[in-house]
């Protein structure tokens, strides 16, 4: 069974500092996805990485995929009150489903 | 463009009793699934269709939950009879095709609580 492993569960930072979250695998994945839940509401597309070793920047935020293809980083410079939410990452495996990890829980403090 | 419409939003119902959600997916989407979320869990996919035929459902549990897309658009998921486990957000999602990377557009959910 291939499982993703999000870390941390939950974070409680400061408006401006900066934080990492990473999600984890001993499978290989074709693709990776980061999805933002904001209470109320579905998960919403953040970003889709392909390529091992890939990096895309979404305003504040950088997504890295693993050299394998195992594992991701989600890095959030300067955070601020919007960036709230539940950070999901999913990977898809060679049935093309979508294996989920349990989220990490960000709250970012004015 | 419309958005993955859900109905209802919240639901309370007791142990045993029955209840129904509806999805309408994004127009011209082939794919749809259905979702369950736990508090402080990620999604767990119950069901996915093509069109109106079942591609996975593996995860169902097939003695009290059922699911259909009759006409390959909308979709109803129903539990009977719902338990207190039931107790959950259950999404509705739909994508263009089946892909690596393919993107899942989701709908609100229902918030489902069984006491």
């Known amino acids: 069974t291939q499982l993703l492993e999000q870390s941390p569960q939950f974070l409680s930072i400061q408006e401006g500092e900066n934080l990492t979250v990473y999600c984890n695998s001993s499978s290989v994945f074709s693709s990776l996805q980061w999805y933002r839940q904001e209470p109320g509401e579905g998960p919403v597309l953040l970003v889709t990485?392909?390529?091992g070793g890939e990096v895309k920047k979404l305003k504040r935020l950088t997504f890295q995929f693993g050299d394998a293809r195992k594992d991701s980083s989600l890095h959030i410079t300067a955070a601020q009150p919007g960036d709230t939410g539940l950070y999901l990452c999913?990977?898809?495996?060679?049935?093309?489903?979508?294996?989920w990890g349990a989220g990490t829980k960000l709250i970012i403090k004015p | 463009e419309a958005g993955v419409a859900q109905s209802p939003r919240y639901k309370i119902i007791e142990k045993r009793q029955s209840v129904a959600f509806w999805c309408n997916p994004i127009s011209g989407h082939a794919t749809l699934y259905w979702y369950q979320q736990i508090l402080g869990q990620g999604p767990k996919l119950l069901i996915q269709f093509q069109n109106n035929g079942v591609v996975d459902d593996s995860q169902l549990p097939k003695d009290r939950f059922s699911a259909e897309r009759l006409k390959g658009v909308d979709s109803t998921l129903k539990i009977q009879p719902a338990k207190l486990e039931d107790s959950a957000v259950y999404l509705c999602a739909s994508s263009l095709i089946i892909a690596s990377g393919e993107t899942q557009y989701f709908g609100p959910g229902t918030r489902l609580l069984v006491l």
């Open positions: 990485v392909v390529t």
């Open positions: 999913a990977g898809t495996d060679s049935n093309y489903q979508l294996i």
